[in-house]
């Protein structure tokens, strides 16, 4: 990858997003020269970060004060003894036990940096927030993603 000047970091990419999707969500800020998630040589796997290069350093600068938030999954959380009478029920949405049986969701695909009084205010905004808990490798200290 080239050096530019409209050239970014972004940091804290999901697992699942891939070059097209990194491209793609920064497009709708202006014209995307190069999208590129860093690799593992090794495993192949990404790494979490990698950098965008735009074609106006003018976007580029708008880009970096905004927050960011791309291919985060949220699903809603399964007791283990429904699991079973789920998987055998294939009327139900899949993952979703069914109205009134759970207001918990999971949230997958977090940025490395977040923490547990973000997460709580982020989701604030749609309701109540009884409990948050954000997963940490007791290793690393980073943020299970």
Same mark, same amino acid.
């Given at each position: 990858?080239?050096?530019? +000047?409209?050239? +970014?970091?972004?940091?804290?990419?999901?697992?699942?997003?891939?070059?097209?999707? +990194?491209?793609?969500?920064?497009?709708?800020?202006?014209?995307?020269?190069?999208?590129?998630?860093?690799?593992?040589?090794?495993?192949?796997?990404?790494?979490?970060?990698?950098?965008?290069?735009?074609?106006?350093?003018?976007?580029?600068?708008?880009?970096?004060?905004?927050?960011?938030?791309?291919?985060?999954?949220?699903?809603?959380?399964?007791?283990?003894?429904?699991?079973?009478?789920?998987?055998?029920?294939?009327?139900?949405?899949?993952?979703?036990?069914?109205?009134?049986?759970?207001?918990?969701?999971?949230?997958?695909? +977090?940025?490395?940096?977040?923490?547990?009084?973000?997460?709580?205010?982020?989701?604030?905004?749609?309701?109540?927030?009884?409990?948050?808990?954000?997963?940490?490798?007791?290793?690393?200290?980073?943020?299970?993603?």
């Amino acid at each position: 990858m080239q050096s530019y +000047l409209g050239k +970014l970091f972004i940091g804290g990419i999901s697992w699942d997003t891939n070059e097209e999707r +990194l491209k793609e969500y920064f497009s709708s800020y202006g014209e995307v020269l190069e999208a590129v998630i860093m690799k593992d040589h090794t495993a192949g796997r990404a790494r979490g970060f990698g950098f965008v290069v735009f074609v106006d350093l003018v976007v580029a600068e708008k880009v970096t004060k905004e927050k960011h938030n791309i291919d985060v999954d949220a699903k809603k959380v399964v007791p283990r003894d429904n699991q079973s009478t789920m998987s055998r029920n294939s009327s139900s949405v899949q993952g979703s036990p069914g109205l009134g049986r759970t207001r918990k969701i999971f949230v997958g695909g +977090l940025a490395s940096t977040v923490i547990e009084s973000d997460f709580r205010r982020y989701f604030e905004q749609f309701g109540t927030t009884m409990d948050v808990v954000v997963m940490y490798d007791h290793n690393t200290q980073r943020v299970f993603i």
